[in-house]
């Protein structure tokens, strides 16, 4: 047997006045910061200690800062590979 729609009223609610839908002010203008320039990258390593050593030479030597100083101030970026089981970070610096 064949079934029996009812209808439906699919009337939207009514709206509100006209004045209520528009804007009673303008939105503020905020201040946009210049975009950052940064200068040259380079890498820097992370062990499980959280010791850092930096490529010079030829060799990766001991670094004095840290990776989280370093993403204080400056644009960090963590590389997926690991070398000999350390971090690899590209940091880039801003310029003055």
Do not use: C
């Not at 699919?10 to 503020?28: F, H, I, K, Q, S």
Request: glycine share 6%; aromatic share 8%; charged share 30%.
């Amino acid at each position: 047997m064949a079934q029996h729609h009812r209808p439906k009223n699919n009337r939207l609610p009514p709206r509100g006045p006209a004045d209520n839908r528009t804007l009673r002010r303008l939105p503020e203008r905020s201040e946009v910061a210049p975009p950052a320039v940064y200068g040259e990258p380079f890498l820097v390593l992370e062990d499980s200690a959280q010791n850092t050593f930096i490529y010079e030479g030829g060799k990766w030597v001991p670094h004095d800062a840290t990776i989280a100083e370093y993403r204080r101030t400056s644009l960090v970026k963590e590389f997926p590979q690991r070398v000999k089981g350390r971090i690899r970070y590209e940091i880039r610096s801003p310029l003055a």
